[in-house]
Every structure is written in C-alpha cells, then in structure tokens.
C-alpha cells in the first residue's frame, strides 16, 4: 500500500517520504 503509488491519500507524512514516488517522480 506505501509503494507511494498514493502516499498523498494515505498520510500527509509519507506524501514526502514514500509518496514522493507519486508526486515528485511523477
């Protein structure tokens, strides 16, 4: 679930640690 395929919906706290896959990367 934390592949930071949707780490911003998940928590606002992997959305720069996990979830930067999504955005940054993205």
């Known amino acids: 679930m934390l592949?930071?395929?949707s780490?911003?919906?998940k928590?606002?706290?992997f959305s720069?640690?996990?979830g930067v896959g999504?955005?940054?990367n993205s």
Do not use: Q
Request: net charge negative; proline share 7%.
């Open 7 to 9: 780490g911003e919906l």
């Open 11 to 13: 928590s606002p706290i």
């Open 16 to 18: 720069g640690h996990i």
């Open 22 to 24: 999504n955005e940054v």
């Open 3 to 5: 592949c930071g395929n």
